[in-house]
């Protein structure tokens, strides 16, 4: 059973945006760094966006910055990737996770918690 759960994903036109949400069981939101990746056919798994919830910042892929923003709402144990002017190339399965301790940068092998993934596609 997936302990993060994604939403929000779609189809898109080029130019559009979408939100992603990512809810969290309390223990699991409570983690050191929460992150998204996207993994598009045939490629190897990308970091996209983490929040270093210790440190209060937060890091973007260069292929997305100032395009798209990682944030949280504590409330609702949940993080979020607004992406704007998508691009054909965002197209991809997008992925929530989570590291409770030793948070080491984009790196998939290093986050022991993961949604199921949840699909966005972008279309000319």
């Known amino acids: 059973q997936w302990q993060l759960v994604e939403s929000g994903g779609g189809s898109v036109q080029a130019g559009g945006s979408l939100r992603l949400s990512c809810v969290a069981p309390?223990?699991?939101?409570?983690?050191?760094?929460m992150a998204w990746f996207r993994q598009a056919p045939g490629k190897e798994r990308e970091g996209v966006a983490i929040?270093?919830?210790?440190?209060?910042?937060?890091w973007h892929a260069d292929s997305v910055k100032g395009r798209f923003t990682i944030s949280q709402h504590n409330a609702k144990n949940t993080i979020y990737l607004q992406m704007n002017s998508l691009k054909l190339e965002d197209t991809a399965t997008y992925y929530c996770?989570?590291?409770?301790?030793?948070?080491?940068?984009?790196?998939?092998?290093?986050?022991?918690?993961w949604g199921q993934g949840i699909q966005v596609t972008v279309s000319s």
């Open positions: 996770a989570a590291e409770e301790t030793n948070c080491r940068g984009p790196v998939a092998t290093a986050f022991g918690h």
């Open positions: 929040l270093y919830r210790r440190g209060g910042y937060s």
């Open positions: 309390v223990h699991i939101y409570d983690s050191d760094c």
